[in-house]
């Protein structure tokens, strides 16, 4: 019994080595949601043979980002298990007296979210901006810039632009009033959001597989529809950042 048992055992986890080979060759790709080209947003995924995956969005007022990960076939599901991200970032302002602005101020405000592992991420999008003591409220651009004549300014409030629509705030910030050096017209303030959970649109952590397709799997009971990913490469390697 034990000669055959074990000749049963080699022989199952020969064919389960197999078939792992197998998968990891089927699933080696890009993959590209049904969205893409048809809104502003779009979501890839992209599989490596070796186990890991890198998954990138670009969204309309949110911008990009990309985080990486393992990956795991049982039967005809895929299991996706992301990299640990990062703690410990720090808000940045950078301020400069550039000669080539002459007579006015150039602010860009990003967003330096909970990075992943070995990655370090600017996520610029729209913010509220307050002057000094000033009650008048400007609005950047959908890449956290903004441009006003020049003047002195002593301190920036920054506020979350989603508090415009008496919606909650879409990241927590700890510091959001900064001081600014004196004659500065060409400011940076990259703002360490370490209170919230990383911004990352649309990832997925199971698929179902079928032929050059992933449909995903909801984690809850609900009865939305599944995102749809297509392939539409074979070889793994395909996303630029």
């Known amino acids: 019994m034990k000669v055959t048992f074990k000749y049963g055992l080699n022989k199952i986890l020969l064919i389960g080595l197999i078939g792992i080979s197998s998968c990891s060759k089927s699933i080696t790709g890009l993959y590209k949601h049904e969205i893409c080209g048809n809104a502003p947003d779009c979501f890839l995924y992209d ?27 049982y039967q005809d599901t895929l299991y996706l298990n992301p990299d640990p991200y990062i703690f410990d970032t720090e808000t940045k302002i950078i301020c400069k007296k550039s000669q080539e602005i002459t007579d006015s101020i150039h602010i860009q405000i ?4 909970k990075n992943f592992k070995n990655k370090q991420d600017t996520t610029y999008l729209s913010w509220l ?5 000033e009650k008048t ?6 890449m956290g810039f903004l441009s006003i004549p020049f003047r002195e300014i ?52 199971k698929f179902l597989m079928k032929w050059r397709r992933l449909y995903s799997i909801p984690t ?15 070889r793994c390697g395909e996303i630029k950042d």
């Open 47 to 73: 599989f490596c043979e070796d186990g890991r995956f890198t998954y990138w969005y670009s969204q309309d007022i949110l911008g990009s980002a990309t985080l990486t990960g393992n990956w795991i076939i």
């Open 110 to 113: 990003g967003l330096l979210p």
């Open 129 to 133: 901006v307050l002057f000094d003591n």
């Open 137 to 142: 409220i400007y609005e950047t651009n959908d």
């Open 154 to 205: 002593d301190k920036i409030t920054v506020r979350d632009f989603f508090t415009s629509f008496g919606a909650p705030p879409l990241v927590t910030i700890s510091d959001s009033i900064f001081t600014i050096e004196k004659n500065a017209n060409d400011i940076k303030i990259l703002i360490a959001d370490n209170n919230s959970e990383p911004l990352i649109l649309g990832v997925n952590d």
């Open 220 to 234: 809850d009971s609900s009865h939305l529809r599944p995102d749809k990913y297509i392939k539409i490469k074979n």
